[in-house]
Every structure is written in C-alpha cells, then in structure tokens.
C-alpha cells in the first residue's frame, strides 16, 4: 500500500510539472486518463475577455444546446475547458427557436380559444395588443437566457467564456479575435441560421425568416409563408390565430412532407378549416414588390400564378453557421451543403475536432444537440469512442393539434425490409378527446407482422407529443404491440390513446367500454 501511494504522489507530480492540475480518483487505479483530464492549472473560469492567451484540455465553439453540454460535460470530466461565444450566449433555442416560438403559439393558443368558446361558453373577442406579446416574449428569453446559460457558466470555475470569433489555425490553435488559444481538443457547436434560397427579387422584398417575423412591430394584414415544415407550419398558423390572413406556398406536393401522410393529409383539413390558404405543388419563379405588396410568381399545375400579401415569411430550411471558421485549415470536411462530416462518434475528419448539434447534418433538435454534446467532449476527453443513439429520436411540431412522431413510417419500415402492419386509431375513440370536445387527430403505430414489435409511432392530436416519451421507450426497446396493450394507463389522459391504438391491432375498440 505504501509503495502504491508513493507511486501515486510521483505520478500526480509528473502530471503537474507538465502543466496540469491532477488528483487520483476513488477507485481509478490512478490511471492517466484520470489525471489528464484534470486540466491544465494556467487558466482560471469566468469570463474572458483582456485579450490574454490561454490553454485548455477542451475548447467549444458556441454556447448553444450543444456546446454547453460538451463544456458542462469537460467540467465534471475535471477537464480545463473554454467556450466561445461571438454574439448572444444561448443559441438558437433559448434566443430565437424553440423558447420564444413556442411563447408565441401559446398566446395564439389562448386568443384563438377565446374567440372559439365552448359549450356554454359564449365566445369573445379579447382585446390583442400584439406590442405587449412581443415584449413578454422578450422578457421570457432574457430570464431563461440568464437562468439556464449566464448563470450556469458562472456555476462552472472550471469553464471559461472567451468572447468574439472563433478561427481555427490548426494544430490545436484557435484565434479568437486574434488572440490565440491552444486546446489538446476542440468541438464546434456553432449551430445552424435561416437558410435563404436563390429566388429572384429575394433582396427586394424585406422578406422575413423565422427570427425577424417574431419580432415584428405590428401584426400584418397578410403573409406568404414559403415552406411549409415545421417552421412555416407553426408561425404559419400562428400569424392565422392573431388575425393575418396567410398563404402557406410548398414545392412538394403536401405540407408536412417528412411525416406520415395520413397524418399531413389529415392536418392540412385542420389547417384549412381555420381559414389558411395552402398552395402545395408550387414551383417560385420569382419576386417582386408592386407598391405595399409583395409579389410571388410561380407555376402550378403547370399555369402561371401570382400571389400576394403584405409581406413575405421564407422558412425554407436552415444552413450550418460555418463560414469564416477556418475549418479548412484544420482538415475538418464539409457536406455540400457547409454541414460538417462527423462519423458516429461526433469525430471530425481531423482527429482532435469534434463537432456537435445542427452545425451537422444530423436532426435538428436541440435534445439530440445537448446529446451529441455531451457526448462529443466525452469521446473527445476520455477516447471512450461511444457512437451517438439515434435509434429512437422522437419529434415535434408544435401545430394545433400538434403532430408527432417516433421511429420508421409505413413506407420506410417496407423500405427497410420490414413486413408490416398498422393501426390507426381516430381521437374520437379516446376519452379524453370526448371529454375536451376535441377530437382532431388520429394515431398510427406501425409494428412488425409476427412479432408485435413497434417500429414507429405516428400521432395528431392535442398535445401529441406528450406521448413521446413512452413511444420513443417503446421503438428503443422493442416493445411489442401488446406490451402497451397490456400496461395500466391512467383513465381520461391522452396517453391512454396508445393503449387504445395498440389494442386496436387485434379489437374495434369502438366496441369497448370505458378502460376495457
């Protein structure tokens, strides 16, 4: 025991003379890998910015979802790490994604409900001052900005902000506004903007993307959105809910195209029921502004077209924030589209860079980022090499109803060799959807003939995705579909729609009675 701790003190002292801050932990053996990532003791946390050089075991590029869990995950590793941030720290998400979108559709929400009643509710028209909304909005992101990323970081010693813009140089140097720092491992969670396609007259109609339409100063009296995903399909109907008359334009030839198309056919009636106009099939020829409107010309079914409104929504996809980092000089490749190339373990075409979040081509959700995060810093601090589980990732759009979904549609689980069969359940058969008196929507769950076993969930409804979480454990794991027939779900709660649609592989539930 004594020669064991001696060799232990000699070992912490090796470490230290080549820089680093090191200690044995309980139970590691006093193994390398235990003292290395104690981090270097030249630098100390909190913020940087006097312009002084610094050296790290762990560098991030980016405070987003993604690149606070790789710097979160570098601290508790013991790890020195940086984290660099050119604009406002949070990201996409918090900033201007999911956090004050989601705000905006809740007012909607609440406004669109008012004005719709219920049974012995007469409706009404409340009072709209969209000037109030915007600023709450604002209010919400500034607090959650503080609460979850400010005052996180300060939580951290052993994380330091470097503020400006982050170059690569190659060789583990990274300039931040010309100052340069030096990192044995680097990942860029630099995250992903609005993507403008080619249209021409795009630069003279003022047009808005996802970010600037949530911070209009008055409500206009009528939108063209261009895309018709998830974005456009969320701020779409929101605008519709306040009162502006919108036209949803899509190329493909239905909105929601990356979902099932039961499920896009049946939430295009629901959206067209509330008075918005979908255009799908639409080929954009181009632009132009004709005094207080904005023009679209196009083609469909094969005739000319124009249409037109006040202003003009693109939400046409997102492109990685790439440009200006230098990654070339570090050997790090990029998709065609300035995605960067990761394998599945987040690693770079250059050894020592990771890269996590939608700065890659992987699914653009802030989960899968703080995920991929996470696990990046990990593989980059440890080499424990463990590959990013994307098996089961579950999805969102926060539509009313809301659509979700988890795992292989029909068409792909054929595609992928599966003998299938399905399920589809309408809301109506749900309980609680009677006991709203809100009954749009339908589940779908796609199994394996044979076995049972659930390759996909498919849903429409009120707070559809609140459903994700047990079917996401259920195409994880395999469940089949009788496991969820035969599990107790609370009665008059949306979830028992999955034991309902499960059960309706082998019954009409239509002949039941009440958790029959």
Excluded at 222 to 249: D, K, N, P
Excluded at 503 to 515: H, I
Aim: a negative charge; glycine letters at 12%; aromatic letters at 4%.
């Amino acid at each position: 025991a004594a020669q064991a701790a001696v060799a232990e003190r000699d070992l912490v002292a090796a470490v230290e003379r080549a820089g680093y801050r090191a200690r044995v932990r309980s139970g590691a053996g006093g193994t390398l890998s235990a003292l290395v990532a104690q981090g270097c003791g030249c630098c100390g946390g909190g913020e940087s910015g006097d312009g002084d050089a610094g050296e790290f075991d762990l560098l991030v590029i980016g405070t987003g979802g993604a690149g606070m869990a790789a710097a979160i995950r570098g601290a508790e590793l013991g790890a020195r790490v940086a984290i660099v941030e050119r604009g406002t720290i949070g990201g996409t998400c918090v900033n201007v994604g999911c956090i004050p979108s989601k705000n905006l559709i809740t007012a909607a929400e609440r406004y669109h409900s008012a004005r719709e009643g219920f049974p012995g509710i007469a409706p009404s028209e409340p009072e709209l001052d969209w000037k109030r909304v915007v600023g709450q909005k604002a209010e919400l992101v500034e607090e959650l900005r503080r609460a979850k990323y400010h005052d996180v970081l300060e939580a951290y010693p052993e994380i330091t902000l470097l503020r400006g813009h982050a170059r690569l140089l190659g060789g583990g140097r990274v300039s931040v506004d010309g100052v340069e720092h030096r990192a044995r491992k680097i990942v860029v969670a630099t995250g992903a903007s609005p993507w403008m396609p080619p249209i021409p007259g795009l630069d003279e109609v003022d047009a808005l993307d996802s970010t600037t339409a949530m911070e209009l100063e008055a409500l206009p009296a009528s939108m063209i959105v261009l895309g018709a995903g998830y974005v456009g399909l969320e701020l779409g109907q929101t605008f519709a809910r306040f009162g502006t008359r919108v036209t949803l334009v899509e190329r493909s030839d239905r909105i929601a195209k990356e979902e099932d198309p039961e499920i896009s056919e049946a939430l295009r009636a629901y959206l067209e029921a509330e008075g918005i106009e979908i255009r799908t099939g639409v080929h954009v020829l181009g632009l132009e502004r004709d005094g207080g409107e904005v023009v679209v010309h196009a083609r469909q079914d094969g005739r000319a077209i124009e249409i037109r409104a006040e202003r003009l929504l693109v939400a046409a996809g997102r492109r990685a924030n790439t440009a200006g980092m230098g990654l070339e000089n570090a050997g790090v490749e990029l998709h065609e589209q300035g995605f960067v190339r990761v394998d599945g373990t987040l690693r770079t075409t250059a050894p020592d860079i990771y890269a996590a979040g939608d700065v890659t081509a992987g699914p653009a959700f802030v989960y899968v980022a703080a995920a991929a995060g996470r696990l990046a810093a990990e593989n980059a601090l440890t080499g424990a090499n463990r590959e990013l589980d994307l098996r089961a990732v579950p999805r969102v759009m926060f539509t009313d109803p809301q659509v979700a979904a988890v795992g292989l549609m029909e068409a792909e689980a054929r595609a992928a060799g599966h003998e299938v069969e399905t399920a589809r359940l309408e809301l109506k058969h749900v309980p609680r959807a009677a006991a709203s008196r809100n009954a749009r929507g339908l589940i779908k769950i796609v199994a394996e003939a044979g076995t049972g076993r659930i390759l996909g969930v498919h849903t429409l409804g009120p707070s559809a995705g609140e459903l994700m979480g047990e079917a996401a454990l259920a195409v994880r794991f395999g469940l089949t579909a009788e496991d969820l027939a035969d599990t107790l779900h609370p009665y008059l709660t949306w979830t028992e729609g999955l034991k309902l649609a499960a059960q309706t592989f082998r019954k009409d539930v239509a002949k039941l009675s009440c958790c029959a």
